[in-house]
């Protein structure tokens, strides 16, 4: 097997496609699909484990990307997402939920788990360098008579959902970033619908309260 | 209609799947609470960016990357055919 380090990182790439290029059809589609791919990988059908890893390597590493802003990381675990699946593939229940709401959740569980892990990394971080950063990011992108949109947009929500705490983070990315429904983020969080809908106003607010402190038209 | 009620209310109202009566009811209370309409016109400016922001696309060696390290020839604990022919017929144990 070959190391992580060993292998190349190239950066992240962006599309001008709206966010949520998955729509609810497709997401909803993909449902018994993937559960056909889980029975085919179990019965030793060699493709049917690529064409799932094909099929999911960018939810897992877009979430990852949002969630921890760096694309080195992003790949990592998605990488140990995947051995996580491969390794657990016979303990899915396509009668409990999707396979797509099952890999959220383990996706999910391993940013908390990094994310706790790296705390005392981040910590590090001098306040001086995180004014800096902001202030830039501010000049770069505060062109009050323009609005943004595409790969700029996109950055900037970026840099302002670092800002938010890992539970509003991971509400708004998997229902504005990803296009999950409520019951399927309350499944993926174990939280009630309830409690989404509140962390995600909540959520959206800061973000929108990060970006007019950063002086960025949206 | 009072605050707490509003927020549990918001995010089905900006996805505009409330009853007409339930819309009216929040949009009552935005006029006479600035705080709850000021939350409200945040919350739409925020989704209005994260809707026009481009997708993340994974770089395309990933796919690669992952599928080397976990070759699907492997899939669900498959043993290699070497070991099924030749270690599991003598040894008991290699069955584990």
Not at chain 1, 150 to 155: H, L, N, V
Not at chain 2, 10 to 37: K, P
Request: proline letters at 3%; glycine letters at 4%; a neutral charge.
């Amino acid at each position: 097997m070959a190391s992580v380090a060993q292998l190349a990182a190239p950066q992240a790439k962006w599309t001008w496609a709206p966010a949520c290029a998955a729509t609810e059809g497709s997401w909803r589609n993909r449902v018994d699909s993937d559960a056909q791919l889980v029975e085919r990988c179990l019965s030793g059908d060699e493709t049917a484990w690529e064409d799932l890893v094909r099929q999911h390597t960018r939810r897992v590493y877009s979430i990852c990307y949002r969630f921890t802003g760096r694309d080195s990381e992003s790949q990592d675990l998605s990488q140990e997402v995947f051995l996580r699946i491969f390794r657990n593939l016979r303990s899915f229940r396509s009668g409990e939920g999707s396979f797509g709401v099952w890999l959220t959740r383990l996706t999910r569980n391993l940013l908390i788990d990094n994310y706790r892990r790296t705390r005392a990394e981040r910590a590090t971080d001098s306040i001086e360098e995180q004014l800096g950063m902001l202030e830039e990011k501010t000049v770069a992108f505060g062109h009050a008579d323009s609005v943004l949109a595409g790969r700029e947009a996109s950055e900037v929500i970026q840099n302002a959902l670092r800002r938010l705490s890992p539970e509003l983070r991971e509400t708004v990315i998997l229902r504005d970033l990803e296009e999950m429904e409520y019951r399927e983020i309350a499944q993926v969080l174990n939280v009630p619908e309830g409690t989404v809908k509140s962390r995600l106003n909540r959520g959206r607010a800061e973000l929108a309260r990060v970006l007019k402190r950063q002086k960025v038209a949206i | 209609m009072n605050c707490a009620d509003f927020e549990i209310l918001l995010c089905d109202y900006l996805d505009g799947t409330l009853a007409e009566e339930r819309r009216h009811e929040i949009e009552r209370h935005m006029e006479t609470c600035a705080s709850c309409a000021a939350l409200t016109a945040d919350v739409r400016s925020a989704l209005g960016l994260m809707e026009r922001a481009a997708a993340v696309e994974p770089p395309a060696e990933l796919l690669t990357r992952i599928l080397h390290v976990i070759p699907g020839n492997n899939a669900a604990g498959k043993r290699p055919w070497w070991r099924r022919r030749w270690i599991e017929p003598i040894l008991p144990w290699a069955w584990l």
